[in-house]
């Protein structure tokens, strides 16, 4: 049985504007893998991973009177600047 699935796509650049609070976003995270042992360091390959996270205009710090603002929270609870 095939489903149908309605969903709106829009892209949006974090250095200018945030989603609404709450909303599940994909981010792209750039990296490089580290060389290979003997090779030199610049020989690594670079990687882009594809994460799910969404925005978190305002949350407490557990354990204390903090808040942090404007922050992106990924699936592994990895909070991230925009």
């Known amino acids: 049985m095939e ?5 709106t796509i829009a892209w949006i650049d974090a250095r ?3 989603p609404p609070d709450g909303v599940l976003v994909l981010g792209a995270v750039t990296g490089r893998y580290p060389a ?3 090779e030199v360091s610049s020989a690594g390959q670079d990687s882009w991973l594809v994460i799910a996270m969404h925005l978190r205009s ?6 204390s009177d903090q808040v942090i603002r404007g922050r992106y929270w990924d699936c592994d609870q990895v909070v991230r600047k925009p």
Do not use: S, T
């Open 36 to 38: 290979d042992e003997g």
């Open 16 to 18: 200018i504007e945030n």
């Open 58 to 63: 305002v949350h407490p710090v557990e354990g």
């Open 3 to 7: 489903k149908k699935v309605d969903a």
